[in-house]
Structures are given as C-alpha cells and as structure tokens.
C-alpha cells in the first residue's frame, strides 16, 4: 500500500513538473513572437524616413535568412505562413508595389541616398497563421523629400 502512494506521488509529481515546463516554454516562445512583432510594431501609426524603411527591410531579410526562407525563380522569398516576412513599398508617383527584394537587388544604399529624406507610412500589415509573427507589411510613401 506504502509503495502504491509513493507511486502514485511521484507519477503527480512527474506530471505536475511536465504541465509547469510546458507552460514555461509556452511563455517563453510567446515573449519571443512579442519582441520580435514589437520591433516592426514600433513604426505602426506614425509616419517614418526612408532610413527607418531601410531599418525594415534589413531586419525583414535578416529573419528572412535565419530561416532559411527559399527564394522562387524571380529571387523573390516564398511565404511560409510561419516564419517569412515581406515587405512591399507603393512610392507616391508609382501606382504598383515593389518587393524589398527588388530594392535589395538595385541597392539599399542607392534606396537611402534617394529616399532618406522622404516621409512613409505602414498602410497594411499582416500576421503569420501559424506563428502569430507578423509576415506583411506595406509602406506607403507619403511624401517625397528634398534631397
């Protein structure tokens, strides 16, 4: 009878362990997704230079590199609904969105000398289903600067 309890004490014991680990890394990926989010949530609502746009981009391939998000024939990143992050920049006279990829490849430096001084805002942002990470965002240029 003594064993039985004893037994059954450290079979609760085990479980109770295993329930408090678990919530542990639960909050833990959690704290995560948030401070990851927060670093593109900052620029939500308020109007941003280009150097903050270039800031986006960067951090957005980045993670986008970290995990090893595949590209398609067109050197674009293919969405993963879990983990990649794109963002599109719509300029003032250009009625069409360009892919970060696209200004990567014709040069983030060339983009900062001609757009350091102009104005954007964050106009639409999603999250990933999966990851709850944010995996869209679209900046708007709202006013063009003197350069």
Do not use: H, P
Request: aromatic share 14%; hydrophobic share 40%; net charge negative.
């Amino acid at each position: 009878m003594k064993k039985t309890i004893i037994i059954l004490c450290c079979i609760f014991i085990a479980i109770i362990v295993s329930i408090y680990m678990y919530y542990q890394s639960t909050q833990s990926a959690l704290q995560g997704v948030k401070k990851f989010n927060y670093q593109f949530e900052q620029y939500f609502d308020k109007e941003i230079y280009g150097a903050d746009v270039v800031t986006i981009m960067s951090k957005a391939i980045d993670n986008n590199n970290q995990y090893n998000i595949a590209k398609n024939g067109e050197d674009k990143y293919i969405e993963d609904n879990k983990y990649c992050l794109k963002v599109m920049i719509k300029f003032k006279d250009v009625d069409r969105l360009y892919e970060m990829e696209s200004i990567e490849k014709a040069g983030i430096e060339g983009f900062m000398q001609n757009f350091a001084k102009s104005t954007f805002k964050i106009i639409e942002y999603d999250y990933n289903d999966e990851s709850s990470r944010i995996g869209r965002i679209v900046i708007e240029e709202i006013q063009i600067g003197n350069i």
